[in-house]
């Protein structure tokens, strides 16, 4: 069984939290978020603590036993997600690296000069915003951790950085190991 729903999920200061059959819906001050569970785990509010229960009565021979351990500490994982996000928020930071590449902000879409003959617009997913401190530097901001992280690494899927170079689309802080080049 999952070590971590062995304890619960607190619940932060102004953040609301309803459970209706197997939808949960949390509210803070950073917006509300609603996720739909399986019937895997039992999910209990007490107090400001979320408890989350494996369901072992799903289980149909001895060996399900372990996958609804698997998913009730995926819930578990899920909202406390949620109950941060609603509360702190999520940020990516992205680093552009290479001569002529940059981004800027037109409106609330982001645009990426990468070299390629047209430049890239990207529109923001509802509950995403950009942030382009500097030229070569952008910032995702977002409650949902999924989202902020799927919408980062399709931005860094416009140019990935090169093995010679290192040029390209970066998180800050990634380590790119970059090979020897030709020999002459």
């Known amino acids: 069984m999952s070590r971590m729903i062995k304890k619960p999920v607190t619940i932060h200061d102004k953040v609301e939290v309803k459970k209706t059959d197997n939808t949960v819906v949390v509210k803070g001050p950073k917006g509300e978020l609603k996720h739909e569970f399986g019937d895997y785990a039992n999910i209990e509010i007490k107090d400001k603590e979320i408890w989350v229960y494996p369901n072992f ?21 899920h909202l406390r997600n949620m109950v941060d996000g609603v509360s702190e928020g999520y940020e990516k930071r992205l680093k552009i690296v290479g001569v ?19 430049p890239i617009e990207i529109e923001p997913p509802k509950g995403i915003t950009f942030e382009v401190p500097a030229v070569t530097s952008v910032i995702v901001r977002g409650i949902d951790k999924y989202l902020v992280g799927q919408v980062a690494a399709n931005i860094k899927r416009w140019r990935i950085p090169n093995d010679y170079s ?16 030709k020999k002459v």
């Open 57 to 77: 009565d799903k289980a149909q021979r001895n060996s399900d036993r372990r996958r609804i351990a698997m998913h009730a500490g995926t819930y578990w994982a």
């Open 166 to 181: 290192g040029k390209g689309i970066r998180y800050e802080g990634e380590y790119i190991r970059t090979k020897v080049g």
């Open 100 to 118: 002529g590449y940059r981004a800027q902000l037109q409106g609330k879409k982001l645009v990426l000069n990468l070299g390629y003959a047209h």
